[in-house]
Nanobody, 122 residues
């Protein structure tokens, strides 16, 4: 059974930090590019960041560039998102998602997690 299980969300004050984790199982993690996608209340999904299979290439939305860092540990089948200098507009449900390497970028992700809530508020 394929599973992506996010953790690490919570409530934090503006300017604070959180580290999200996504534990993968049931598929060959190293064959998948990984991403974080978030959805704020009343809004559509927003791509946040992606990382390639080896971890050497990372990509960020302009809204988080310089504040968030994506990484992965292929030995532990785990994806991370370090979030610093958090803002109220970062409040959202954060999902990790997997897409098999070599797939069409227009295709949807192959697997999704259930999400972890991040709330930034004073």
């Amino acid at each position: 059974e394929v599973q992506l299980v996010e953790s690490g969300g919570g409530m934090v004050q503006p300017g604070g930090s959180l580290r999200l984790s996504c534990a993968a199982s049931g598929f060959t993690f190293i064959n998948y590019d990984m991403s974080w996608v978030r959805q704020a209340p009343g809004k559509g999904p927003e791509w946040v960041s992606s990382i390639n299979i080896g971890g050497g290439s990372t990509y960020y939305a302009d809204s988080v560039k310089g504040r968030f860092t994506i990484s992965r540990d292929n030995a532990k089948n785990t994806l991370y998102l370090q979030m610093n200098s958090l803002k109220p507009e970062d409040t959202a449900l954060y999902y990790c998602a997997a897409k098999v390497v070599g797939s069409d970028p227009r295709d949807d992700y192959d697997y999704w997690g259930q999400g972890t809530q991040v709330t930034v508020s004073s």
